[in-house]
């Protein structure tokens, strides 16, 4: 089986507020931009996954993830996260109607192919799946089989959320790339820890991160 992913991608100067405490405002949309580059190349490297589709209006992030391969969705309803990633969804089956599909966060800069075709192969055992972040708050990948529904529920408290769904919490071993979102400081330490991709990795050496 292999996948269709659906990636949400903000404006690059609207992202990442969170991590003001580590990277300045100048800096802060490179960083994004460079989460998104390790994410959709390490997506594409994976084996289980057929091709990437990623949701934004912002024309420079656009134009680097086309390069990379990703196809650039237009992020029309411009109504959030969720608004989005339906919109997604949606523009995916119209071009292949029975693709099984998930949707996966822009800030995985640490992930690994190997890893997600993991997580993608447990997906592929249930209508419909979640993976929990790395704090088991959120919610870094949703996934759906062919001819089922997104009902993405992203946001505060997804993992929550996702779970009363009705979607089946996934439990694999040795997948910490795949959970490990970037919103804080103390995230992108964690990232590092692991290792990141390479656009990552020099954006992150213009910061001052202890430990680094």
């Known amino acids: ?45 994976s084996p289980a996954v057929r091709d990437v589709a990623v949701v934004t ?47 996966l966060n822009a800030d995985l800069p640490a992930l ?17 799946s979640f993976l929990p972040d790395a704090a088991a708050i959120g919610t870094t990948l949703l996934a759906v089989g062919a001819g089922r529904e997104l009902l993405p529920a992203f ?8 779970r009363a769904s009705g979607a089946v919490e996934l439990r694999p071993e040795g997948v910490d790339s795949v959970r490990q979102d970037v919103d804080t400081g103390e995230d992108l330490r964690a990232a590092l820890s692991l290792g990141v991709g390479p656009r990552t990795a020099a954006a992150a050496a213009q910061l001052l991160i202890p430990g680094q």
């Open 1 to 45: 089986m292999q996948w269709t992913l659906v990636i949400p991608l903000k404006p690059l100067a609207l992202a990442k507020s969170r991590l003001a405490d580590t990277a300045t405002d100048g800096l802060r949309p490179g960083l994004a931009l460079a989460f998104a580059e390790d994410t959709v190349a390490a997506a594409l490297a």
């Open 57 to 103: 209006d912002d024309a420079l992030a656009g134009r680097v993830l086309a390069a990379l391969g990703a196809r650039i969705v237009a992020d029309e309803p411009r109504g959030g996260l969720n608004a989005a990633l339906a919109h997604g969804a949606a523009a995916v089956r119209a071009v292949r109607p029975d693709a099984p599909l998930a949707a």
């Open 112 to 128: 690994r192919p190997s890893e997600l075709a993991r997580v993608l192969d447990a997906a592929g055992e249930f209508p419909r």
């Open 155 to 162: 946001g505060t408290d997804s993992r929550a959320r996702h």
